[in-house]
């Protein structure tokens, strides 16, 4: 079955580090999105991509985020100088044209120390 | 917004009790979805189930939706130990490029 795939499972960085989180979304889908989840709370959109460019973006994706779909199969997180709140776990999820079946890859963690 | 919400927040059964999770929301849907996780790890998809649908069944979950009460249940039945995880209501608007939203759980623990 197609799977998203997301590197690396674990990333630790420290304070003002620049960080690139990695997806590879199935093929033939053409919607793509970031979520994030910190411990112990809810999963949170961040942003949705369509078409080489951003559809929608919550109030979370501010300045210091951004994305990115550099060679046509990856699909990046980009932030630019983390925070310790930044520390979370990152979901990159992606669905075809038409269809409602989201498929999410097994997240990033990321770690800001 | 908030949106999705489930309760209980925890849940804890003996194994082989069914185990009833529920999910109320506040805008109109396109569709409901629920997602297991366990601990630390991915959001793996459970069952969608659509606005004009009532009740959808896959294996031992049966999931039901209410839209005139804006409501839907998670429930498993013959619970293991092997279903402890936390499991997420998500609605989807269904429009054009309309994220998920995801409630902030329910964390099933089924005792052996």
């Known amino acids: 079955e197609p799977e998203v795939t997301q590197t690396p499972s674990h990333q630790v960085t420290q304070m003002g580090q620049e960080v690139i989180l990695r997806c590879v979304p199935i093929?033939?889908?053409?919607?793509f999105y970031w979520y994030r989840q910190i411990l112990g709370q809810k999963v949170e959109f961040l942003v949705s991509?369509?078409?080489?460019?951003?559809?929608?973006k919550s109030e979370i994706f501010d300045d210091q985020f951004s994305v990115e779909r550099p060679d046509g199969s990856n699909f990046t997180l980009k932030i630019r100088s983390t925070k310790l709140e930044d520390s979370a776990m990152y979901f990159c999820?992606?669905?075809?044209?038409?269809?409602?079946?989201?498929?999410f890859g097994s997240g990033t963690r990321l770690t800001v120390v | 917004s908030q949106q999705g919400e489930e309760d209980p927040q925890a849940l804890s059964i003996q194994e082989g009790e069914n185990a009833t999770m529920n999910c109320s929301y506040k805008?109109?849907?396109?569709?409901l979805q629920w997602y297991r996780q366990n601990s630390g790890r991915g959001l793996v998809h459970l069952i969608l189930i659509r606005s004009n649908e009532r009740e959808k069944h896959s294996g031992r979950l049966r999931v039901t939706l209410d839209t005139s009460k804006k409501s839907s249940s998670l429930l498993i039945t013959a619970s293991r130990a092997a279903d402890t995880a936390s499991y997420f209501c998500?609605?989807?608007?269904?429009?054009?490029?309309?994220?998920?939203?995801f409630g902030k759980g329910t964390r099933l623990s089924v005792i052996a």
């Open positions: 998500a609605t989807d608007e269904g429009s054009g490029n309309t994220p998920l939203v």
């Open positions: 999820a992606s669905r075809p044209t038409g269809g409602n079946g989201y498929t």
């Open positions: 991509f369509y078409n080489n460019e951003i559809s929608e």
């Open positions: 093929s033939n889908h053409l919607y």
């Open positions: 805008t109109s849907i396109n569709n």
